[in-house]
């Protein structure tokens, strides 16, 4: 339960605190002023302003991949939200983890006029538009529920194969005073368990007469570059890098020419090992 003058913006702000989110990448609007103002006066989380909403997440999917850390796009309601939205497909493409926070119209507005096509002045179902490529995308409008769904987006950007996420958060929710609100909390679900069929994957090499690894920008999302070149070092079977496998330090034995196009087998390759590395 939180006390005093505190609202939605301020909780926003904490939050990106508490994840150690020093860097924000946003473009201001009337619909996420309230964010803006609260991480300002915070004065942990450094803002870097953008002039267009797709740069904006492009920046931040940009600061993931060069420092490793998890970076905030903040986009205001309508055209700003719609603009965002090639930046999203470029992050949600690349397995780049990015939480997008975009304003929206009173929520008000997004109850009243969920039958419309627009909500308010220039709202509309920004959430609709990018399920299909975030990992987890959602409209808040109790404000009850604005902690529960900034940890749960954050646990889902990272967890498993990272992606991007999207919150969209009325102005009104943003403004709300949290005195004596009783907030939801969000309880993380149990790890996932992948079955891998590493046995068969290590009978297939030791059988095979022309095997290949090609690795991939999974690699080095998993944090796995020692592990990758401990296991040519040791199997000494030729491999090569997807293009944004090139990340990964060379100095790799038996390496290929890298391959441009999206992975395919082979055409001289007896077993080529690329799933669980591209």
Wanted: with cysteine; proline share 6%.
């Amino acid at each position: 339960m939180v006390k005093g003058n505190y609202i939605g913006a301020d909780l926003i702000a904490d939050f990106l605190i508490s994840k150690e989110i020093d860097t924000v990448f946003g473009v201001i609007g009337s619909a996420n002023a309230y964010i803006f103002d609260s991480i300002v006066k915070k004065g942990y989380t450094k803002i870097i302003y953008m002039h267009h909403e797709q740069s904006v997440v492009m920046a931040a999917g940009a600061y993931y991949r060069s420092s490793g850390k998890m970076p905030a796009a903040i986009v205001t309601a309508g055209g700003g939200a719609v603009n965002a939205i090639t930046g999203v497909v470029c992050n949600w493409a690349d397995s780049v983890p990015c939480l997008v926070i975009a304003g929206q119209e009173n929520s008000k507005y997004v109850t009243e006029h969920n039958h419309l096509r627009m909500y308010g002045t220039q709202g509309y179902n920004a959430v609709k538009m990018v399920q299909g490529i975030t990992k987890f995308a959602t409209c808040i409008t109790n404000v009850k529920s604005l902690l529960s769904n900034l940890e749960e987006a954050y646990h889902i950007c990272l967890s498993g194969r990272p992606g991007p996420v999207w919150l969209d958060i009325p102005s009104d929710i943003q403004g709300s005073k949290l005195n004596n609100v009783e907030l939801e909390s969000f309880s993380k679900p149990d790890p996932r368990v992948y079955d891998f069929k590493l046995d068969e994957v290590i009978d297939l090499l030791r059988n095979a007469k022309r095997p290949v690894i090609l690795g991939g920008h999974g690699i080095k999302l998993s944090n796995s570059i020692l592990k990758f070149k401990t296991l040519v070092n040791k199997l000494q079977i030729p491999n090569t890098l997807r293009t944004k496998g090139k990340a990964i330090p060379a100095q790799l034995p038996v390496g290929l020419c890298p391959v441009e196009k999206p992975p395919r087998p082979l055409p001289t390759a007896e077993v080529s090992v690329t799933s669980c590395l591209a």
